[in-house]
């Protein structure tokens, strides 16, 4: 679909500058929107940040995501997914926690010394390279929505229909590169 993640970066400015897309900052969704951020970032001409969050895996498979914490500690949870394989609440609440540390060590390597952004009353335009199950993208939307965002863009170039769906109703608004 795209040669590397430039190019979708450079489709994905495309189609945001064809929908007249505004915003006040670009947020990337590391490392993969990293690029795709930038390029984004600079095609609007807004500051360009991050905003982490870290899948929560199942114990015997760490690559199914029963939930999902962002750096500040926003969490969701795959209540339906957890309840079938009866997972112990000190078993998320340690994840929870562990993920968290991850995600914000993640923050600090990429911000540095910098402050955090304020999002209140902003339109935030979140990125990311592409999204599978959507959980820590969920995350990362709620995450910046508790900030007191205004708006919450998000903009991936691609994903599967039921996990677009599922972020349809989250974000504000959701734009991605047709298939």
Known sequence: MFKNRSEAGQQLAD??????????????IPRGGLPIGRIVADSLDVPFDIVSARKIGAPQNSELAVGAVASDGTVWLNESLIDELELEDTYLEDQIEHQRQAALDKIKRYRGDRPPVEYSGKTVLIVDDGVATGATTIACIRQIKNAGAERVILAIPVAPPDTIEKLQSEADELTSSPP
């Open 15 to 28: 189609i945001l500058d064809d929908h007249d897309t505004e915003a006040d900052i670009v947020l990337a």
